[in-house]
């Protein structure tokens, strides 16, 4: 994923030198190293600027510059709606201050290859600062418009959101701390099998995993997103006499007769069991999805030794 990411702010110089008077005479105020004259007439204010564009929000604490030089690089927090503060694909996660619908946020994340986009929410085309995006927002985020569409020359806008200076978070993200988390807690795989010590030609030997049939990791939170996650196994047994056979039980020990086999011929037997874990995981407000492919295997063998049985004839 590709995000151009909003330049850091810039804060004013505070010097003496820039004090701005307020009953009709001009002023000096001195940015990052440009003179910049300021008049006060009325309910008008002129700003002449020789090569910066300026966002200046009095009260907020807010200073953004931008060189005009690079302009197609960055947010043009004037109101240029072309240039883009954040992009990528990967199946975005619409925060709660979406101002769209619940349907419209899970459309969006379910679209790993879509194309999404946020930008300043000002009046396209406006040369006035955005103090809109900054006043409809609490302090430290800015109004955005958050565009989505198939491919790159498609989107449109959905909605609006209030987002500050990191990225925006996408399932591609969010898979990856599934992966780690299912790692991280996954129940050990501990099979074993009945009788104990082995079993006879004619008698079917009952085998478990130790293992339960679904677990559910802690939940998380990753950019003010919850995300829980139940992770559910399947076995491959290889019975070591040419056959195997795949099941979405666990097993249990005698009585259950959930998982059999029995053997032919004796001899001694390495027979192998596999889980392959795979996962689920919901975002509060928006869905639940599937995690691309298996998470994790495990393996494990265990020797059983098989025995013949004769027929012995007893007379009275």
Known sequence: MHASRVQPNRRLSTTRENQVGLRG????LKLLGISVHICFGGNHMKIKLARWALVVVMGFGLVTSTDLASSAATPDVGGDNSISAYVGTGG????????GSTQTKTAVAICLGCTWRYSIYCMQGANAPCKHAVTSCPRGSLLHRAWFGRTP???????????????????????????????????????????P??????VPV???????????????????H???ITATPTWRWTWDDGTSVWKSVAGAQYP????????????????GV???????????GIGTFDVSGEVLRQSKTLDVPITSARTVLVSH
């Open 274 to 284: 596999t889980t392959v874990w795979q996962a689920k995981y919901t975002v509060s």
């Open 256 to 271: 259950s007769r959930q998982i059999t086999h029995q053997y032919r011929s004796p001899g001694s037997y390495s027979v």
């Open 206 to 224: 009952i085998f478990w995993t130790g293992q339960s049939r679904s677990f559910n990791p802690p939940n998380f939170s990753l950019s003010g």
């Open 92 to 99: 975005l996660l619409l925060p709660d201050s979406f101002s």
């Open 153 to 195: 020359d498609t989107t449109t806008v959905v909605g609006s959101v209030c987002w500050g200076s990191s990225t925006p978070v996408t399932r591609r993200q969010v898979e990856g701390q599934v992966n780690d988390y299912v790692i991280r807690y996954v129940p050990d795989l501990r099979p074993g099998f009945d009788p």
């Open 226 to 228: 919850s995300v829980s």
């Open 25 to 28: 005479k001009p002023s000096r």
């Open 197 to 202: 010590g082995g079993s006879l030609t004619t």
